[in-house]
């Protein structure tokens, strides 16, 4: 079956530092990829996504991530982390078109 | 466009009673997506509309688990005898077909579930 996996539970980082957060999935075919991020007690919003051409990929509020077909992985990236991006983010897969499969996220404190 | 509505976006119940909840799906849009997030994990596909058609069910979808999208809008999902174990967020996601480079799915805010 396809998984997803975020091995971090829990990343701290300082303001103004780089963050890289993990994902590696199990799947078959050439994967749809994808980064949400969640506020508490909120939904889901898309950062990014993957579906085929260019392995680095831009998405909002100036992530990027990158496509590692050799490694089955997909890590979110951003430069410089600002305090709002304190969040949970999450790494998912699209599987057969019908529905998403989620890793079990991981949280992003950010101290200033 | 409002996005996806949720409704209610809390719901405190007790153990066996029945609840429902609502989603309202971006105009024109064809596929619904309910989602269950339990505490600490990511969400889990529940079960899925292409318009008034209920397409894929998951095996999390006992049969305590109804959904329904009468008229290929709106969506309810009722969970009947509500047991503590179904205390958990349940989202609600539509997108206008499969998602591709050029869409994606939409997330609601969610209906937060307690059973006490």
């Known amino acids: 079956a396809q998984s997803v996996t975020q091995p971090d539970i829990h990343i701290t980082v300082s303001e103004g530092a780089s963050l890289e957060l993990r994902c590696n999935y199990s799947y078959g075919a050439t994967p749809y990829l994808f980064w949400y991020v969640q506020s508490p007690g909120q939904g889901l919003q898309l950062l990014l996504k993957y579906f085929s051409g260019d392995t680095l990929v831009q998405g909002i509020k100036g992530f990027e991530a990158e496509f590692k077909r050799s490694q089955s992985s997909f890590n979110l990236r951003k430069p410089s982390v600002h305090w709002s991006d304190a969040a949970e983010y999450f790494c998912?897969?699209?599987?057969?078109?019908?529905?998403?499969?989620f890793g079990a996220g991981t949280i992003l404190r950010v101290k200033s | 466009d409002t996005g996806v509505s949720q409704d209610p976006r809390h719901k405190i119940t007790k153990r066996g009673q029945n609840v429902t909840f609502r989603c309202d799906p971006i105009s024109e849009h064809n596929r619904l997506y309910w989602y269950r997030q339990t505490l600490g994990q990511g969400p889990e596909f529940l079960t899925y509309f292409q318009n008034e058609a209920q397409l894929e069910k998951s095996r999390l979808l006992s049969d305590r688990f109804s959904a329904e999208r009468p008229k290929g809008s709106f969506s309810t999902l009722e969970i009947q005898r509500t047991e503590q174990g179904d205390s958990a967020m349940y989202l609600c996601?539509?997108?206008?077909?499969?998602?591709?480079?050029?869409?994606?799915?939409?997330f609601g805010q969610g209906t937060r579930l307690t059973v006490v």
């Open positions: 998912a897969v699209d599987e057969y078109g019908n529905k998403l499969v």
């Open positions: 996601a539509s997108s206008p077909t499969r998602p591709d480079q050029n869409t994606e799915a939409f």
